[in-house]
């Protein structure tokens, strides 16, 4: 018996160090994918605003179509990562049900068009006006759902229906595809797989769609399940708990976001070719700027100079940004005041947002970073009430910020 019991201990020991190594790995290869993408969708983005020739406006929509299906890919391969230790947490909202549907309908309508098909989607008048689910979570599963059965029909329609009982939704994607034999029909949610080899040459794809989506329903108190007959078409329908709920109290409009005054902002990025994107992108906005290296160069830099703000890399050689963030509030500690630090990292793991907030951030920016967030989040602190002086004005070199310093 006790040699059993070890057994089994070492046994779980090898299972739980085997899930680190991986989780571990994921989050490397997510770190340094997104870290080239920022550049190439940044760039991309700068120079389509500047193109002139039709021809090159169109090359480049191309490349920023590309690189962006690189980074669903991404994101997928995170999301399975997520399901797979259990990381996946469900967040139920009240939100109105028609123009959820309608928008989904809506992000897919394009490419339906362009295939000549004609996209449905019904909502039974049974239906409640406001449920209550995860919206994130159930329009990625939507998403993912329809887009199959757009890839995998050449004619016909692909139809989305909605009906309601009792305190649960069902939802049913159909299509007029390719169908999918029997005998591959259980595999097809297992990660990896498709229905045969040429599926993923001719439409693409990693098999990594259902599995998740399988996933994401089960955790909504759900099973996903599929009727299928090759050459006559598909359906895949789910039932998930969403109860009906009142409507929220109305918010008021909140007043349009003033745009960022110029201001002086230190980049604290090693990789070159983002440091030479974020350079373009803040100067584009007016800013002035200065660029540091690593958490020690940035360190220096806020001793030597006065900044409104701070974007901070995460992952640097000699002292990470996390360590950086900790030195520079300890030091504020003795001031009262504070200098705004924004994350600006690769990092997109479960758990990371969390963490770096924690550290002492006062915002978080995923990269590839999003046009509209970095003006959010500039918007919001150039138009503070009164924005923090920088804290070496007051103590010319403060003691926690040198890297021989503990």
Known sequence: MEER???????????????????????????????????????????????AQPEV?????????????????????LDFSKTESGHVKIVPVAFALRPFIADIASILKREASRK????????????????????????????????????????????LQVAASANQLKFSVEDTGIGIPPDKQDIIFEAFQQADNSTSRRYGGTGLGLTISKKMVESMGGQLMLASEPGKGSAFWFTIDAPAAPPPPPVAQ???????????ILVVEDNRVNQALILALLRKRGHTTAVAGNGVEALAAI??????????????PEMDGLEAVRRIRKAETMTGVRLPVVAMTAQAMA????????????????????????????????????????????????????????
């Open 351 to 406: 758990g990371d947002r969390e963490a770096i907030l924690a550290a002492g951030m006062d915002d978080y920016l995923e990269k590839p970073v999003q046009l509209e967030r970095l003006d959010a989040v500039l918007s919001r602190v150039s138009n503070a009430a009164l924005l923090p002086p920088n804290p070496c004005a007051v103590l010319g070199e403060p003691a926690g910020w040198g890297e021989a310093r503990p």
């Open 254 to 264: 909140a007043a349009k976001a003033l745009p960022a005054r110029p201001m002086k």
């Open 303 to 316: 001793e030597r100079d006065s900044f409104d703000l701070v974007l901070m890399d995460i992952q640097m």
């Open 116 to 159: 000549s098909l004609e996209l449905k989607s019904v909502v039974e008048d049974s239906a409640p006006e406001w449920v209550l689910a995860d919206q994130g979570r159930l329009r990625q599963v939507l998403v993912n759902l329809l887009g199959n059965a757009i890839k995998f029909t050449s004619h016909g329609a692909v139809t």
């Open 57 to 77: 406006v169109e090359y480049l929509r191309n490349v920023d179509l590309s690189a962006k299906g690189l980074l669903n890919l991404i994101n997928d391969i």
């Open 5 to 51: 019991t070890r057994d089994l201990t070492a046994a779980r020991a090898r299972a739980e160090q085997a899930s680190r190594v991986k989780s571990e790995f994921v989050a490397n290869i997510s770190h340094e994918m997104r870290t080239p993408l920022n550049a190439v969708i940044g760039f991309t983005q700068l120079a389509l605003q500047m193109a």
